[in-house]
């Protein structure tokens, strides 16, 4: 009986112990004191040649709590009257009370909440502090901020295009890191663009998908030519030589690759819309060119694939007069980017050289130069 007695005793004050532990982890953190931020700039213009410069410093007091904590600081951004619904944030380790932002860093953020480039914007800016699930934030204090337009190559993720076209094409042949990649301008594990093939005879025109730009974890045909991608495939052989759209689900492991060949139509062309005058690749600049076309300024025109209506570049909502020398995004009809039927025009006569550089799905740009 004593030993059951001692047994007893033992479990119950087990138990308490458990008990106080489960408390003492329960423990609520409340804040004594609010933090508060300031800036040493009210406004900021962002430059990309200075990119790697500091632009902004900000200086804060911490916010204190009622227990010992070790938390996580961060600087949150967000456009004014957006209640910071969509932010971004830039991180310092919890023993700093002062950070100073770069422009490219600033940049990136300003991209990630959708601050328009080239013009004033009225962000918010507060301190964000958190302590496990608990946050706490200081005032928030106002910032005028001119970001610029951010390298697309830099910002969207890629895969890469390797394979015995890539030489032709302006790149080197079967080179993860040198060869024509597929964005995901919605960066979703979905990629798409354009390559040129030159010769898709024998194995010249042969090519699989890579990613990080190098071997490891590439992706080939699954050896049934339906489409379908597995690790380390086949080597893909095109329909033709030509250029081609293509489309990868990386993670559904799907592909598809489409015959575009462009070319320029409409009534400001000499051709009216009867017939197209069709662009030629050049590998040195990696874009496709007209180097002279007769364009008339009471017309419009626009770019399409294959003598067809399926796929055309065009503006994005309404039709748009061209400044000359001064590049434009264009927009792909075949990824839904296009509202109506918009065309291009311009506001002077003559000889135009046309180019289009579509070696980046996530921004598709337009030039044209009066010759």
């Given at each position: 009986?004593?030993?059951?007695?001692?047994?007893?005793?033992?479990?119950?004050?087990?138990?308490?112990?458990?008990?106080?532990?489960?408390?003492?982890?329960?423990a609520?953190?409340?804040?004594?004191?609010?933090?508060?931020?300031?800036?040493?700039?009210?406004?900021?213009?962002?430059?990309?040649?200075?990119?790697?410069?500091?632009?902004?410093?900000f200086?804060?007091?911490?916010?204190?709590?009622?227990?010992?904590?070790?938390?996580?600081?961060?600087?949150?951004?967000?456009?004014?009257?957006?209640?910071?619904k969509?932010?971004?944030?830039?991180?310092?380790?919890?023993?700093?009370?002062?950070?100073?932002?770069?422009?490219?860093?600033?940049n990136?953020?300003?991209?990630?909440?959708?601050?328009?480039?080239?013009?004033?914007?009225?962000?918010?800016?507060?301190?964000?502090?958190?302590?496990?699930?608990?946050?706490?934030?200081?005032?928030?204090?106002?910032?005028?901020?001119?970001?610029?337009?951010?390298?697309?190559?830099?910002?969207?993720?890629?895969?890469?295009?390797?394979?015995?076209?890539?030489?032709?094409?302006?790149?080197a042949?079967?080179t993860?890191?040198?060869?024509?990649?597929?964005?995901?301008?919605?960066?979703?594990?979905?990629?798409?663009?354009?390559?040129?093939?030159?010769?898709?005879?024998?194995d010249?025109?042969?090519?699989?998908?890579?990613?990080?730009?190098?071997?490891?974890?590439?992706?080939?045909?699954?050896?049934?030519?339906?489409?379908?991608?597995?690790?380390?495939?086949?080597?893909?052989?095109?329909?033709?030589?030509?250029?081609?759209?293509?489309?990868?689900?990386?993670?559904?492991?799907?592909?598809?690759?489409?015959?575009?060949?462009?070319?320029?139509?409409?009534?400001?062309?000499?051709?009216?819309?009867?017939?197209?005058?069709?662009?030629v690749y050049?590998?040195?600049?990696?874009?496709?060119?007209?180097?002279?076309?007769?364009?008339?300024?009471?017309?419009?025109?626009?770019?399409?694939?294959?003598?067809?209506?399926?796929?055309?570049?065009?503006?994005?909502?309404?039709?748009?007069?061209?400044?000359?020398g001064?590049?434009?995004?264009?927009?792909?009809?075949a990824?839904?980017?296009?509202?109506?039927?918009?065309a291009?025009?311009?506001?002077?006569?003559?000889?135009?050289?046309?180019?289009?550089?579509?070696?980046?799905?996530?921004?598709?740009?337009?030039?044209?130069?009066?010759?």
């Amino acid at each position: 009986m004593k030993n059951l007695f001692k047994i007893l005793a033992l479990v119950f004050t087990g138990l308490l112990v458990f008990s106080c532990e489960k408390d003492e982890d329960q423990a609520v953190v409340n804040e004594t004191s609010a933090g508060k931020i300031s800036a040493d700039k009210s406004a900021i213009v962002l430059n990309e040649l200075n990119a790697n410069d500091a632009v902004i410093t900000f200086t804060w007091t911490k916010p204190t709590f009622n227990i010992a904590v070790v938390p996580n600081q961060k600087v949150e951004f967000g456009i004014k009257g957006d209640g910071f619904k969509k932010s971004a944030a830039i991180d310092f380790s919890n023993d700093m009370t002062s950070g100073a932002i770069t422009h490219a860093a600033m940049n990136a953020a300003m991209f990630s909440i959708g601050a328009v480039p080239d013009v004033v914007n009225d962000i918010e800016v507060r301190l964000k502090t958190s302590v496990g699930p608990a946050t706490f934030y200081t005032n928030v204090i106002a910032l005028k901020v001119t970001p610029y337009t951010p390298n697309p190559d830099l910002v969207y993720p890629k895969i890469n295009v390797p394979g015995a076209y890539a030489g032709a094409a302006g790149y080197a042949n079967w080179t993860p890191s040198n060869s024509p990649n597929l964005f995901s301008p919605e960066k979703n594990d979905k990629y798409r663009g354009f390559i040129f093939i030159k010769d898709a005879s024998g194995d010249n025109g042969k090519y699989k998908f890579a990613i990080n730009q190098d071997w490891p974890g590439n992706k080939g045909d699954d050896g049934t030519n339906t489409g379908k991608l597995k690790a380390d495939g086949s080597d893909i052989v095109p329909s033709a030589a030509g250029t081609f759209y293509m489309k990868v689900d990386w993670a559904a492991n799907t592909y598809s690759a489409v015959l575009a060949n462009f070319g320029i139509i409409g009534d400001a062309t000499p051709t009216g819309w009867n017939s197209d005058t069709d662009f030629v690749y050049n590998p040195a600049t990696k874009t496709y060119v007209i180097n002279s076309i007769a364009l008339s300024n009471t017309g419009v025109f626009k770019f399409r694939a294959n003598d067809d209506w399926a796929m055309k570049f065009q503006p994005k909502d309404a039709d748009q007069t061209l400044v000359s020398g001064t590049a434009v995004q264009s927009y792909f009809s075949a990824e839904n980017t296009v509202t109506g039927d918009p065309a291009y025009k311009v506001s002077q006569a003559g000889n135009y050289k046309i180019e289009l550089d579509l070696h980046n799905s996530a921004y598709y740009k337009l030039t044209i130069t009066k010759l």
